[in-house]
């Protein structure tokens, strides 16, 4: 079964400061991943998957397959980037994604 | 193009009523996907088509929710017999095959009275 963990509802974090927030997942085979990201009064949109290796907006996320996580990082957090954040896999080319129950990022001034 | 759009954005029915959403995916995408979302959860996936195709339906949806795409273009979500435990946001989003990036409407709010 296909199980996406983010085991921090809500993450405090000073503007400037470094960033993590956690994603877990379980799935048999090579699952594609995904980051999505909702600003307020805003609709959900897709920040990064894991196959692009991209950066945007200055986040980064590695898949540790060992470990099963793909956890999201920046180096330097922004007031800009307060936000609830999704994780989400989904098996390759298929329809159904599956996602966690999201973190809200707060970054304070 | 606008993106995915969600028609009603809210609505607020009384329990055993029947309700309908309609969703227009962006104009490309051959594939659409209705998600529902409560609070404090992140989406859960119900049903997708590709194209006027239902390909997968979720065990969340009981045979009270009925998904269609009649011609490949927009779709229409309908609950009959309305319960309280339906109250939600219904999510629509829209993909290429190719690819698995998706689009999402801006949802439609359901509170069952």
């Known amino acids: 079964a296909q199980r996406v963990t983010q085991p921090e509802k809500l993450l405090s974090v000073f503007k400037g400061a470094p960033v993590e927030l956690k994603c877990n997942y379980s799935?048999?085979?090579?699952?594609?991943l995904f980051w999505y990201v909702q600003y307020s009064r805003q609709r959900l949109q897709l920040l990064l998957r894991h196959i692009s290796r991209e950066s945007i907006k200055g986040f980064t996320a590695d898949l540790n397959k060992g470990e099963t996580s793909f956890h999201l990082k920046k180096p330097f957090a922004q007031e800009e980037d307060s936000a609830m954040y999704y994780c989400a896999l989904s098996a390759p080319n298929a329809g159904k994604s599956t996602f966690g129950d999201g973190t809200t990022l707060t970054v304070k001034p | 193009d606008t993106g995915v759009s969600q028609d009603p954005r809210h609505k607020i029915t009384k329990r055993g009523q029947n309700v309908t959403f309609r969703c227009d995916p962006i104009s490309e995408h051959n594939r659409l996907y209705w998600y529902r979302q409560t609070l404090g959860q992140g989406p859960e996936f119900l049903t997708y088509?590709?194209?006027?195709?239902?390909?997968?339906k979720s065990r969340l949806l009981s045979d009270r929710f009925s998904a269609e795409r009649p011609k490949g273009s927009f779709s229409t979500l309908e609950i009959q017999r309305t319960e309280q435990g339906d109250s939600a946001m219904y999510l629509c989003a829209s993909s290429l095959v190719t690819g698995n990036t998706i689009y999402f409407g801006e949802g439609s709010w359901l509170t069952v009275v």
């Open positions: 088509f590709q194209n006027e195709a239902q390909l997968e």
């Open positions: 799935y048999s085979g090579s699952p594609e």
